[in-house]
């Protein structure tokens, strides 16, 4: 299994608080356990709840689910490169374009969680089918070098810190 035994040149310095906040953590157990955590924490919240804004230029809850999908999705993309040699220098992506460009408000909340979860699995999916090697493999991202590893990590150290925002500020 894989546990959180990460160097700080395995990621660019921009995700250095998602991977400090995981403490020592089995990838597997905090993919797995940071989704019902999200899902728990969100299933019943009212509609009111769901469209808050905290401060005039913050995401309302919506908005931060569908950008934790789109960010799982780009994330993992990276990932599955990297774990296939691929050394394509990857563009970053601009997670305000993405939410503004999303219609995260207007969709069902449901949908939103039983997509999260969706894809989430589907990660964890993804992971597994990692060897140990592919783990290590790195690939460029913006011009800063990321491992397979630190992806995966990352994905739930950016879901977790989301979803701490979340109960502090908008429950």
Known sequence: MTTLQISENEYAPFYKNY?????FAN??????SSKEDLLKTLQNISEEKQL????EDK????????HIIDAERVLSYRALRFSRNDATDLQAFDEDWYVENSNGNQRDFTELLTEFEQ???SNISLF?????EMFTLSGSINGSDMTVRALGFIIAGHQIHHLKIIKEKYL
Do not use: P
């Open 19 to 23: 991977i400090k906040a995981l403490g």
């Open 27 to 32: 990838l597997f157990e905090i993919l797995v």
């Open 52 to 55: 808050y804004q905290y401060d």
């Open 59 to 66: 995401w309302t809850i919506k908005e931060l689910v569908q």
């Open 119 to 121: 894809v989430r699995n």
């Open 128 to 132: 597994k089918s990692f060897t140990e």
